[in-house]
């Protein structure tokens, strides 16, 4: 009888101990999603997206084109505005032989140890607004040849 009756409490602490377990990895589990979702809602409110919409359609100005009279690639500099709130120097207007002209955003160069050329962006934009800019700056760019 003592046997049965350790045996029975024996198997009664191991189901404890495992339901213990259970709700060990289920709380785990809980706090890890909830530590996740409390993250991405801190990148959301410090990295906030702001979208082009109908009621806050993109205005692109192209201020200043100041054309390059060389035989390379790079055919001008640009100055754009959107919005009448930010100002963006130094875009570029490059055109190599047999493809279509494209506008390029400010850009640094840097030289890796090989001495090998790399470009780093200085702004980045999202894609729509990025071909708004496109699209303005070559309309004025072809308007001025």
Same mark, same amino acid.
């Given at each position: 009888?003592?046997? *049965?009756?350790?045996? +029975?409490?024996?198997?009664?602490?191991d189901?404890?101990?495992?339901?213990?377990?259970?709700?060990?990895?289920?709380?785990?589990?809980?706090?890890?999603?909830?530590a996740?979702?409390?993250?991405?809602?801190? @990148?959301?409110?410090?990295?906030?997206?702001?979208?082009?919409?109908?009621?806050?359609?993109?205005?692109?100005?192209?201020?200043?084109?100041?054309?390059?009279?060389?035989?390379?690639?790079?055919?001008?500099?640009?100055?754009?505005?959107?919005?009448?709130?930010?100002?963006i120097?130094?875009c570029?207007?490059?055109?190599?032989?047999?493809?279509a002209? *494209?506008?390029?955003?400010?850009?640094? /160069? *840097?030289?890796?140890?090989?001495?090998?050329?790399?470009?780093?962006?200085?702004?980045?934009?999202?894609?729509?607004v990025? @071909?708004?800019?496109? /699209?303005?700056? +070559?309309?004025a *760019? @072809?308007?001025?040849?």
């Amino acid at each position: 009888m003592l046997t *049965w009756n350790f045996a +029975l409490s024996k198997s009664r602490s191991d189901s404890i101990q495992r339901f213990k377990a259970v709700d060990a990895k289920q709380e785990l589990e809980r706090v890890v999603h909830r530590a996740m979702v409390d993250h991405k809602n801190k @990148e959301d409110q410090m990295n906030p997206t702001i979208k082009p919409t109908t009621d806050h359609p993109l205005h692109i100005t192209v201020d200043d084109i100041k054309a390059l009279n060389g035989t390379g690639n790079l055919k001008a500099f640009v100055t754009v505005t959107i919005n009448d709130k930010l100002t963006i120097h130094s875009c570029r207007i490059v055109h190599q032989p047999g493809q279509a002209a *494209w506008v390029s955003l400010p850009q640094r /160069e *840097w030289r890796d140890g090989a001495g090998d050329r790399h470009f780093a962006p200085l702004i980045e934009l999202l894609q729509e607004v990025r @071909e708004a800019i496109q /699209e303005e700056v +070559l309309k004025a *760019w @072809e308007a001025s040849q």
